[in-house]
């Protein structure tokens, strides 16, 4: 069974985010909501987002702010919610890289054969990926090298991960001194269409501890947080 594609849904206006959610939800989507556009940066960081539903008219940062940000770091695709009064915003959303508008009031039907053809023309382009990453990262006594895909001790001695750990690792890496769940380890090592279950996250969580911690039955780096997930403990440095 395909995965389903997960939705980041921004719109500050409760009345439209939280019906319009319930509708993808029942429609096979997967969505993760945002009021503003400060929660859909941390939700950007927490999860691998298919596609953005964007509202433009938002207090604080606005959409057109947020589609700046996201087409600067990501391909993801976008799709902005608008105003018809808002031509011009419209105009300058898709010059900045949205991939399509929807004005309001719109049909969430329409809505969701607009996001599908979307999600469909990305797929058959090859993907909406990020930026690869080739920094270095520091933590404890080893470094994880994005560019060449490898850890190394202190010598510099590579040590062997499977393509699930290293994916792992790096997610943990990236998100240091923060709880992540088996969910968002899931997303964020884009390991959903490998994994059937959580209990994989944990069996890959147990042979990284085996190769990087001094005592894997008492580890140090990769904590388990009760009831929260795990966490990578130790201070990195980009390198």
Not at 61 to 75: N, Q, V
Not at 141 to 169: C, F, H, K, M
Not at 170 to 196: F, I, K, M, N
Request: charged share 30%; hydrophobic share 40%.
């Amino acid at each position: 069974m395909a995965e389903e594609p997960h939705i980041l849904l921004v719109d500050d206006e409760r009345d439209i985010r939280e019906p319009l959610a319930a509708y993808l939800s029942r429609n096979g989507l997967r969505v993760t909501k945002a009021e503003n556009a400060s929660v859909a940066r941390q939700m950007l960081s927490a999860y691998a987002i298919d596609l953005v539903l964007l509202d433009i008219m938002m207090p604080g940062e606005d959409g057109l702010a947020l589609t700046s940000y996201i087409r600067g770091t990501t391909r993801l695709p976008i799709i902005l919610l608008t105003a018809k009064t808002e031509e011009t915003d419209r105009i300058v959303g898709l010059e900045m890289g949205a991939d399509d508008y929807v004005s309001k009031p719109f049909s969430p039907r329409e809505l969701l054969a607009r996001i599908k053809a979307v999600l469909r023309r990305i797929s058959e382009n090859g993907g909406a990926v990020r930026a690869p990453d080739t920094d270095s990262y520091a933590f404890g006594p080893w470094v994880l090298r994005s560019g060449e895909r490898e850890l190394v001790d202190q010598e510099g001695v590579a040590i062997p991960l499977s393509t699930g750990e290293y994916n792992l690792l790096h997610a943990l890496v990236t998100h240091p001194r923060r709880v992540l769940t088996r969910d968002q380890l899931l997303d964020l090592s884009q390991g959903r269409e490998l994994a059937a279950f959580e209990r994989s996250i944990d069996n890959h969580i147990s042979r990284l501890r085996k190769k990087i911690e001094e005592n894997p039955s008492a580890p140090k780096l990769i904590k388990t947080v009760w009831g929260g997930g795990y966490t990578l403990a130790a201070e990195v440095r980009k390198l």
